[in-house]
């Protein structure tokens, strides 16, 4: 089968990197992909949120599967788009509708959703323009830190946190003013819900599912989880608090009822979901959901994973996913971003980037990189995960700092504490 991955990220890369080792995939393509993928593939240069051009690319390379790596696509409705065209009927697609998007696409839904087929979720209500004086009575009845999520899709940058009433009341203007844009026409407000947060990922067909190990990423720039947000330093696999009996609250409280909720609601949904999780106090509450895999998690969770993963697609594609197996080792991940000097805020590209010959047995996952003149430069604020799998977290973390530390472009940064809080 030819199969098309759509993104360009170190997410992308793990897939392109999983999929070239199935002997079920005959041709793999990625669109637009970076400098790593095309050592699993071709790449296809096109916009991911262009559908005309996914379109053309899928009908041109005979592709039977797109695996759809970022939300943006699924949120604007790539499903719909292929459903409505014949020529593309035959074509499948790993990642839900527009209907099924909305648990990403629009916080305001997934807390409703949440409400509706109580799942544990922190209390929240959601305001517009013309609610702001409720929205201000709110916070009151709220303890700090305060928690103001822009509905919309913002890039991971929606989200505030504001440690005093008036700051919220001030945060809550602003959105509502247009500091997101659209994404902030509706605000959700919710209660700060203290513990430690998981990652925990699901393969459905909108009926069945199958749990993918669970990973734990780190979103600061700065040592200690300090400093501003990015799309991701660095992530473990396992995670050591996510034991049996937490795992087993996630499939009975959060998973579950999420897949019967959708039934109930007739979303149909083919992919993924990521639940992002905090423990609170050994409890499992939805933080959010995502409908596609996580970056930098994938990173991690992937290569664990034994099972060729064209048989998990099959299956839930052939409605076989109810006995399906999904086998993963008891190995340690730790996967390592490699970032530009000054992300996330202003930083360079194009600096030439040199890996040494031996990696250890490191698998390098390229993020922000292309090739000029057949050389490698950096292309993004993310340039590449190092992912080392051994038989503890700590080995894993020490021999991909190790690698990571051996790669060189100017201005390199990598976080050197990833799994502090969980020794
Ligand atoms: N209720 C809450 N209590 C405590 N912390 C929270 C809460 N909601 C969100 N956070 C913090 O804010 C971060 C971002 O929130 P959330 O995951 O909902 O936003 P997002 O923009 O969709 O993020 P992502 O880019 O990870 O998808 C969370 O990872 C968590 O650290
Ligand atoms: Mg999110």
Same mark, same amino acid.
């Given at each position: 089968?030819?199969?098309?991955?759509?993104?360009?990220?170190?997410?992308?890369?793990?897939?392109?990197?999983?999929?070239?080792?199935?002997?079920?995939?005959?041709?793999?393509?990625?669109?637009?992909?970076?400098?790593?993928?095309?050592?699993?593939?071709?790449?296809?240069?096109?916009?991911?949120?262009?559908?005309?051009?996914?379109?053309?690319?899928?009908?041109?390379?005979?592709?039977?599967?797109?695996?759809?790596?970022?939300?943006?696509?699924?949120?604007?409705?790539?499903?719909?788009?292929?459903?409505?065209?014949? *020529?593309? %009927?035959?074509?499948?697609? @790993? $990642?839900? +509708?527009?209907? &099924?998007?909305?648990?990403? !696409?629009?916080?305001?839904?997934?807390?409703?959703?949440?409400?509706?087929?109580?799942?544990?979720?922190?209390?929240?209500?959601?305001?517009?323009?013309?609610?702001?004086?409720?929205?201000?009575?709110?916070?009151?009845?709220?303890?700090?830190?305060?928690?103001?999520?822009?509905?919309?899709?913002?890039?991971?940058?929606?989200?505030?946190?504001?440690?005093?009433?008036?700051?919220?009341?001030?945060?809550?203007?602003?959105?509502?003013?247009?500091?997101?844009?659209?994404?902030?026409?509706?605000?959700?407000?919710?209660?700060?819900?203290?513990?430690?947060?998981?990652?925990?990922?699901?393969?459905?067909?909108?009926?069945?599912?199958?749990?993918?190990? *669970?990973? %734990?990423?780190?979103?600061? @720039? $700065?040592? +200690?989880?300090? &400093?501003?947000?990015?799309? !991701?330093?660095?992530?473990?696999?396992?995670?050591?608090?996510?034991?049996?009996?937490?795992?087993?609250?996630?499939?009975?409280?959060?998973?579950?009822?999420?897949?019967?909720?959708?039934?109930?609601?007739?979303?149909?949904?083919?992919?993924?979901?990521?639940?992002?999780?905090?423990?609170?106090?050994?409890?499992?509450?939805?933080?959010?959901?995502?409908?596609?895999?996580?970056?930098?998690?994938?990173?991690?969770?992937?290569?664990?994973?034994?099972?060729?993963?064209?048989?998990?697609?099959?299956?839930?594609?052939?409605?076989?996913?109810?006995?399906?197996?999904?086998?993963?080792?008891?190995?340690?991940?730790?996967?390592?971003?490699?970032?530009?000097?000054?992300?996330?805020?202003?930083?360079?590209?194009?600096?030439?980037?040199?890996?040494?010959?031996?990696?250890?047995?490191?698998?390098?996952?390229?993020?922000?990189?292309?090739?000029?003149?057949?050389?490698?430069?950096?292309?993004?604020?993310?340039?590449?995960?190092?992912?080392?799998?051994?038989?503890?977290?700590?080995?894993?973390?020490?021999?991909?700092?190790?690698?990571?530390?051996?790669?060189?472009?100017?201005?390199?940064?990598?976080?050197?504490?990833?799994?502090?809080?969980?020794?």
């Amino acid at each position: 089968m030819n199969v098309l991955i759509l993104g360009s990220g170190g997410r992308e890369h793990a897939l392109a990197w999983k999929l070239s080792k199935s002997t079920k995939v005959s041709n793999l393509f990625i669109a637009p992909g970076n400098g790593g993928t095309q050592a699993c593939g071709t790449n296809i240069d096109l916009s991911p949120t262009d559908f005309d051009a996914v379109a053309n690319a899928c009908l041109q390379t005979k592709t039977k599967m797109v695996i759809v790596g970022p939300e943006a696509p699924l949120v604007e409705g790539i499903v719909e788009y292929f459903q409505d065209r014949d *020529e593309l %009927k035959h074509i499948t697609i @790993i $990642g839900p +509708g527009k209907k &099924g998007a909305q648990l990403e !696409g629009s916080k305001a839904f997934a807390k409703e959703f949440m409400k509706k087929f109580d799942i544990p979720t922190a209390r929240y209500a959601a305001f517009t323009k013309e609610t702001l004086n409720e929205g201000i009575a709110f916070i009151d009845t709220l303890q700090p830190p305060y928690v103001l999520k822009a509905d919309g899709l913002a890039a991971g940058k929606g989200v505030l946190i504001p440690e005093t009433a008036d700051e919220a009341k001030a945060e809550l203007k602003n959105m509502l003013d247009g500091k997101f844009g659209k994404a902030g026409d509706t605000v959700v407000i919710e209660e700060f819900l203290k513990g430690i947060e998981v990652s925990c990922f699901c393969y459905t067909n909108g009926k069945d599912y199958v749990m993918l190990p *669970e990973a %734990k990423d780190y979103k600061r @720039i $700065g040592h +200690g989880d300090t &400093g501003l947000n990015t799309g !991701g330093m660095g992530s473990i696999s396992p995670v050591p608090f996510a034991d049996k009996a937490f795992l087993k609250k996630v499939e009975e409280q959060v998973v579950k009822p999420t897949i019967q909720g959708l039934q109930q609601s007739q979303i149909p949904y083919h992919g993924f979901i990521f639940f992002g999780l905090m423990n609170v106090a050994g409890d499992p509450y939805v933080i959010e959901y995502n409908v596609r895999l996580g970056d930098p998690e994938t990173e991690s969770i992937l290569p664990r994973i034994e099972t060729d993963i064209m048989e998990m697609y099959e299956a839930g594609t052939a409605d076989r996913l109810k006995d399906f197996e999904l086998s993963f080792s008891n190995q340690h991940a730790a996967s390592v971003m490699l970032v530009s000097g000054g992300y996330p805020e202003q930083y360079e590209k194009g600096l030439p980037i040199m890996i040494p010959e031996n990696q250890h047995d490191c698998i390098l996952l390229h993020a922000g990189t292309t090739l000029k003149n057949n050389n490698l430069v950096t292309s993004g604020g993310r340039v590449m995960a190092v992912t080392s799998l051994q038989k503890s977290m700590d080995k894993a973390l020490k021999a991909a700092m190790s690698v990571a530390e051996q790669i060189n472009y100017e201005k390199k940064y990598f976080r050197k504490d990833l799994g502090f809080d969980l020794k």
